[in-house]
């Protein structure tokens, strides 16, 4: 064999550890990113209702309860039992919060209009969940309509049917994105209040890649975008808000976002200019603290943003 050619020999043996283990640090690397977004922080919830009646009395009565979901897993959610007959609303927390950020919001709307309500929380999130992962939207939303079927069993103390055949859904960013994917399906949900929708499942996915991972890189994105799809397999589908949108024609439609939900209020704008019927769309962009970060609202800044979302499905929703 002629020296040259030994001699390349050597230098590809002598690489080739190296480049796999260069290879198998970035799989390693993206493994962990991946079940790192995939598996939302998990907290103390803000409230419970127990603590919750401390200081609005006895007569809250918020109970814990479990449903199936379509894929049989189970879910679970706090529920507030409204006047009989009446519609149910349906509160979806944002990525990485939990049901506990909505519980003032939904207790305030029953007040007021005797609907009843449920506060999911949403695959992945909140304390010990009973589905591990989040799909980023897609089995969120066919979580949503298991929850509405959950809705559609209770019986009132007459035993008759408690939830009317209306439904209103709230969401807020991973929240508005399952409840859009949810209204296409089902067409009892006849109100929707979206506040800070992501133009994307994908968009979703590089937002919380970048809060993870601390960057925003195009290269490091499509990898993980690539390694999620194998790991979710059919349980992650790219969907497009605004696609979703214009299949949209009779539901009323408040879509809510402010400064300080970042790039979100960009693409709530985006999203508004996809509704077929716009004389059903109301927009507010120019909140000064929108649901993104709820629980930070000040008594004032709280109470503003509680009325437009309880006035909107009052009057839309009855």
Request: hydrophobic content about 40%; aromatic content about 8%; glycine content about 10%.
């Amino acid at each position: 064999m002629p020296p040259r050619r030994r001699f390349g020999k050597r230098l590809v043996r002598s690489f080739l550890p190296i480049v796999l283990i260069v290879v198998l640090a970035v799989i390693g690397s993206v493994g962990l990113v991946v079940y790192g977004i995939t598996s939302p922080p998990r907290r103390a919830y803000l409230v419970t209702p127990e603590a919750f009646k401390q200081f609005s009395g006895p007569a809250v009565k918020v109970s814990d309860e479990t449903w199936t979901n379509p894929d049989g897993s189970r879910a679970r959610g706090w529920l507030l039992k409204g006047a009989e007959g009446a519609p149910a609303v349906v509160l979806l927390h944002r990525y990485g919060a939990d049901r506990s950020w909505l519980i003032n919001l939904g207790v305030k709307i029953n007040e007021t209009t005797g609907f009843t309500i449920l506060w999911p929380d949403l695959r992945g999130h909140g304390l010990n969940p009973p589905v591990k992962w989040t799909s980023f939207g897609a089995r969120e939303s066919e979580d949503l309509l298991g929850a509405l079927d959950f809705l559609r069993q209770l019986k009132s103390d007459n035993k008759e049917k408690l939830v009317g055949d209306r439904f209103g859904i709230y969401g807020v960013e991973l929240g508005a994105f399952a409840a859009l994917g949810a209204a296409r399906t089902d067409n009892h949900i006849k109100v929707l209040v979206l506040d800070s929708v992501p133009r994307s499942s994908e968009e979703l996915v590089r937002t919380s890649i970048k809060s993870n991972v601390g960057i925003d890189n195009s290269f490091i994105n499509s990898l993980t975008l690539k390694a999620l799809r194998l790991y979710l397999f059919r349980a992650y589908e790219n969907v497009d808000a605004c696609n979703v949108a214009a299949n949209l024609r009779e539901q009323h439609v408040l879509l809510l976002s402010g400064a300080d939900a970042g790039y979100l209020k960009d693409s709530t704008a985006a999203v508004g200019q996809c509704f077929p019927n716009r004389s059903n769309v109301e927009v507010r962009l120019d909140l000064p603290l929108s649901g993104f970060n709820l629980p930070l609202a000040t008594g004032e800044q709280g109470e503003g943003y509680d009325r437009i979302v309880i006035e909107f499905f009052d009057r839309s929703l009855r």
